[in-house]
């Protein structure tokens, strides 16, 4: 089989781990249990060794849709061939538990013809381990068992399948009215009488998994233009939170590329500070406070008590806490469309990026206000963030980019670090916290002056980079958004004019789409090029609409801008992390800062709109 284009898939998951569907029914990325757990199906970075569950029709020429059942993440692909139509409904049952009460990972697969007769072809065929540990398959009344040392997988079914060298396949027919169930469930001690699960179990399953989907998004207090992307994109970013700690992911994917056939691929199973805070202001806009509260639970546990003058807080974090993501390369895996190396873990977590401080003590300020209030040992914990940054915020950092080549005096960075003092100084004053409030506001002042006057440019009328720089960077349209400057500012129009010129300009904006910075003017340690950042793209859309309100120009602009935005999403919504020359998903899949960048475009846009149409 050739590999599907990334933009081919939907996702379903329960909150601990996440499967990726593509269009033709075929599931080629799944880690159990966990988000971080080895992938059993990997197909997604090797089609001949990774290992894929598929359920198809026998037929050649099938064509293929797929949607979501309505406010929920329950998948159907329907299948439509000169045979008849089909549908196959794909969840993970979200309060799946064992006889111990923990948790236990099922995938249930329920395959119904509505139309004709069809004949199918079932391949479940495991690869543990990401295809490095070899396993049994062994027939039981239920259905075949497969097994290693460390997992043990039922696939439960009334089908007849015959062992193949790495798994199952089945053939079978299927004709007007009838309905088959296929149930993957990790085995545990006590599990192995598992039966079957029956149709009826498996509508029950179902109602079960919608009823909760539909119940979580009702909560969702947005109701303003572009509803329908707004919920998917709220249900994209819960399926990637981590039910038992809290902590959210940055996408349930590794080493998708961002160039194929380069090396820019990454491993984004892991909870880092930035994504993660951005992701709770999203949740707090849409009125999921509950989302936001667990999350600062897990951050807090993360970097309660340190000491010293070492950095406290790593740049991201393991889902259950864990601080060592040590980067290795997988050498027998050929990559997506052979696009080597594929990396698990990421190095990443030992860098220097110093404007994690400000998002975090950002996402404490909006969770003290529109969340629980923090307690007076959450505010000693923040007050020593604030002071470490107060003695640090003038060093050379890796940056949001999280550049491999030098560090540097990154704008972006010196723009949260004063984003921590502003609102360490905003949380004192609301909740008359104890703190040296002079000392911060000095060194607040010290920042400010250091961002107006070092990092513009006044040649390119924009601010850039670093300062000394002629590159441009798409994260200094936050300025606005942080309320470091005005929306209308003449240095803020500056800059959004200049990132708006097309590359070869100098500029960043291409089809409409952002780029983060200019390959050709900033060294990040990587050969290869990339696509256009989705992120940014929304960035672009939210600082044109700020500014829109004064200028109806610009409001206009950010419109069109954000339809046009809307246009690249994939056919059930989601998006990658970049989007490259033809208008391809790139890098890894979905991205959790695309959707959140979404939610608040889309709020502060409808806002600026008003009762305009």
């Known amino acids: 089989m050739a590999y599907q284009p990334i933009e081919n898939y939907a996702i379903i998951g329960d909150m601990h781990t996440v499967a990726l569907v593509a269009i033709n029914g075929s599931i080629d990325w799944l880690c159990i ?6 992938s059993v199906f990997g197909a997604l970075l090797d089609d001949e060794k990774g290992g894929r569950f598929q359920i198809t029709p026998h037929e050649t020429d099938v064509r293929c849709k797929q949607f979501y059942w309505p406010g929920t993440n329950v998948l159907v692909t329907r299948f439509l061939s000169s045979q008849g139509a089909a549908e196959l409904t794909d969840f993970m049952p ?3 538990v064992n006889e111990t009460g923990l948790h236990r990972f099922r995938l249930i697969r329920r395959l119904t013809v509505v139309r004709g007769a069809i004949d199918f072809i079932l391949e479940c065929r495991p690869a543990f381990n990401y295809a490095l540990d070899p396993h049994q398959t062994e027939r039981i009344t239920a259905g075949a068992v497969f097994s290693t040392e460390k997992l043990k997988l039922l696939l439960s079914t009334d089908k007849p399948f015959e062992i193949s060298k790495n798994g199952v396949v089945s053939r079978f027919t299927l004709r007007e009215g ?4 296929f149930v993957l469930s990790q085995m545990t001690p006590g599990s192995e009488w598992a039966m079957h699960t029956s149709n009826k179990e498996a509508e029950r399953l179902f109602r079960v998994t919608v009823d909760y989907w539909r119940d979580w998004i009702a909560q969702c207090q947005y109701s303003g233009r572009w509803r329908e992307m707004v919920y998917r994109s709220a249900l994209t970013l819960k399926l990637l939170t981590f039910k038992p700690t809290g902590a959210i992911i940055a996408a349930p994917t590794t080493s998708l590329p961002e160039e194929v056939g380069g090396e820019r691929n990454w491993d984004y199973r892991f909870s880092w500070i930035r994504d993660s805070a951005f992701t709770i202001y999203a949740f707090m806009r849409l009125g999921f406070t509950e989302e936001a509260q667990r999350y600062m639970e897990f951050l807090s546990k993360v970097y309660r008590g340190f000491s010293g003058d070492k950095p406290p807080l790593q740049v991201m974090y393991g889902i259950d806490g864990k601080t060592e993501l040590k980067e290795m390369e997988l050498h027998h895996l050929e990559g997506y469309k052979g696009s080597r190396p594929v990396r698990i873990g990421n190095n990443a977590y030992k860098q220097l990026q110093l404007d994690i401080y400000g998002e975090l003590v950002d996402a404490i300020y909006l969770c003290n206000k529109y969340g629980a209030p923090i307690s007076y040992e959450e505010w000693q914990e923040v007050k020593r963030l604030i002071d470490w940054v107060c003695r640090h915020w003038q060093q050379e950092d890796e940056g949001i980019w999280e550049v491999r080549g030098r560090r540097r005096h990154f704008t972006y960075s010196k723009l949260m670090c004063w984003v921590a003092l502003d609102r360490g100084l905003r949380l004192a004053e609301k909740r008359s916290f104890p703190t040296d ?13 250091y961002i107006l006057e070092k990092s513009w440019n006044p040649r390119l009328k924009s601010f850039v980079q670093y300062p000394g720089s002629d590159a441009l960077d798409a994260a200094t349209l936050l300025m606005p958004m942080v309320f470091l400057v005005s929306p209308t500012d003449p240095k803020i129009l500056g800059t959004l004019e200049a990132v708006m010129r097309p590359p070869q300009e100098g500029g960043l904006l291409a089809n409409n789409l952002l780029y983060r910075y200019n390959l050709d003017k900033t060294a990040d340690g990587l050969r290869g090029r990339e696509g256009t950042f ?4 929304f960035w672009l859309v939210e600082a044109l609409a700020r500014a829109g309100q004064f200028k109806g120009d610009l409001l206009e ?12 999403a994939n056919h059930v919504g989601l998006y990658a992390e970049q989007t490259g020359f033809s208008g391809e998903a790139l890098g890894n899949f979905p991205q959790a800062f695309t959707h959140l960048a979404l939610i608040s475009s889309a709020y502060n846009l409808d806002k600026a709109l008003g009762t305009r149409g």
């Open 557 to 568: 602009e950010a419109h069109l801008l954000f339809e046009r935005m809307l246009g690249f």
């Open 94 to 96: 979200v309060e799946s």
């Open 437 to 449: 409030v002079s000392g911060w506001r000095k060194v607040r002042n010290e920042i400010y002056t």
């Open 534 to 537: 989705n992120i940014c793209t």
């Open 178 to 181: 009838d309905t088959t169930v």
């Open 33 to 38: 249990p966990f988000f971080d757990s080895p």
